[in-house]
């Protein structure tokens, strides 16, 4: 049993820490023939990296990833594909603080509780810079989803509590995030630097939509679907919430006005978000995350040392001050992975 892997079938094992050499990650159960190479990898890890501008961590990580095996002639051959990506600005000694004394908000005192011993160089196993691991795996997966016609997209809907409304921020999805919408962004923009010179962080929400999902992915019972993608985004950090469809609005909603009515032609509407009970119905799978605040502040916190005892914590290092948009492909790659995974049990279990 290991807490390093994820999925059943199409499984994502991940290694490595944000002060160590490097990390990397092995999937296995990948089927074979699938158009692969490490620019298709690289172009979701670009999206994901630090140095994204305004907001994101100074870090400077050109996060290259290096194919290890499994992949021949640009093409999966059905073993293992393995992959590293080494860390090149560590910079460890401004952590030296934190060997001490807990983050609040971070992992920091539930990992010591836990394990008795604590990497503190950059949270270690605990950093966001694990998931550089995830958007590999999940290009991985992507790559097998665009042969089977699904497609995921990823993209932020609400950042500092300024929602973008009405504003299509899907048809962006693909534009370099302070690009994305001349009408929002300039807005979300002030928000980051006020919170920023008040040497604070902030949160907000991304929406997930994958199309071409066909009907009949997921079990009735303990792993439905909607339950294996609520479990795949909350294990990524600084995610607080979930939701499938018309989500907790659909606890203020009458049955009548939440259940989509089945015509002739199809679904009349899609508050369900594609999944009833715990299996696709071949809509848009439609999904939203809640992120919260980047818990590494610059603001004087008060917290505890290693000996339970009091104490002021100015934290330094270089931190994002909001997880967006640099969790955005994380969030893509973790549905692409759960949608790969229940395709392929779907596979084993097809009606003929
Ligand atoms: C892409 C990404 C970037 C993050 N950047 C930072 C950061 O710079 N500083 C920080 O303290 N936390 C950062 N976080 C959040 C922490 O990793 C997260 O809050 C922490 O692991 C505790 O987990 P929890 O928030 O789920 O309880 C980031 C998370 C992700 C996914
Ligand atoms: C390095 C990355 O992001 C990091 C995520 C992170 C955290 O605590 O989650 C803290 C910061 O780094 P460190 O671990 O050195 O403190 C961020 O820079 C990355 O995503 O590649």
Not at 121 to 135: H, P, Q, W
Not at 163 to 173: H, L, N, R, W
């Amino acid at each position: 049993m290991s807490g390093n892997t994820f999925g059943r079938v199409f499984r994502l094992t991940t290694f490595g820490e944000s002060h160590g050499p490097g990390l990397g990650g092995v999937v296995d159960g990948c089927p074979a023939g699938i158009a692969l190479d490490e620019d298709v990898i690289q172009h979701e890890l670009d999206r994901r990296k630090p140095g994204q501008g305004l907001g994101t961590t100074s870090r400077s990580e050109s996060d290259r990833v290096r194919i290890l095996s499994g992949v021949y002639q640009g093409r999966t051959t059905g073993t293992s594909i393995g992959f590293s990506i080494p860390n090149e600005d560590q910079r460890s000694r401004d952590y030296g603080r934190l060997e001490t004394v807990y983050r609040p908000g971070h992992a920091d005192f539930t990992y010591q509780a836990k394990y008795g011993i604590r990497d503190h160089r950059g949270g270690g196993r605990s950093s966001g810079r694990e998931t550089v691991c995830r958007v590999a795996g999940g290009a991985i997966a992507g790559a097998l989803l665009a042969t089977m016609g699904i497609a995921v997209t990823a993209y932020t809907v609400e950042l500092g509590g300024i929602a973008a409304g009405s504003v299509d921020m899907e048809a962006a999805a693909n534009r370099p995030f302070f690009a994305a919408n001349r009408d929002v962004v300039p807005l979300w923009e002030e928000r980051i630097k006020a919170v920023r010179d008040a040497s604070d962080t902030l949160g907000g929400v991304v929406e997930i939509v994958a199309r071409g999902v066909p009907a009949g992915l997921g079990e009735p019972v303990l792993d439905k679907l909607d339950a294996r993608l609520a479990f795949a985004l909350m294990g990524v950090g600084a995610i607080k919430g979930v939701e499938i469809g018309s989500g907790f609005q659909a606890a203020r909603m009458l049955g009548s006005e939440n259940n989509d009515p089945i015509l002739a032609q199809g679904f009349a509407s899609n508050n369900a978000g594609g999944i009833l009970g715990g299996i696709s119905t071949g809509q848009t799978v439609l999904i939203r995350a809640s992120v919260k605040p980047i818990p590494s502040i610059a603001k004087p916190q008060t917290t505890i040392d290693t000996q339970g005892r009091e104490q002021e914590l100015r934290i330094g290092g270089r931190h994002d001050i909001c997880a967006i948009p640099r969790i955005v492909p994380v969030l893509k790659a973790m549905v692409c992975l759960t949608l790969a995974d229940m395709l392929l049990l779907q596979r084993m279990q097809q009606h003929p």
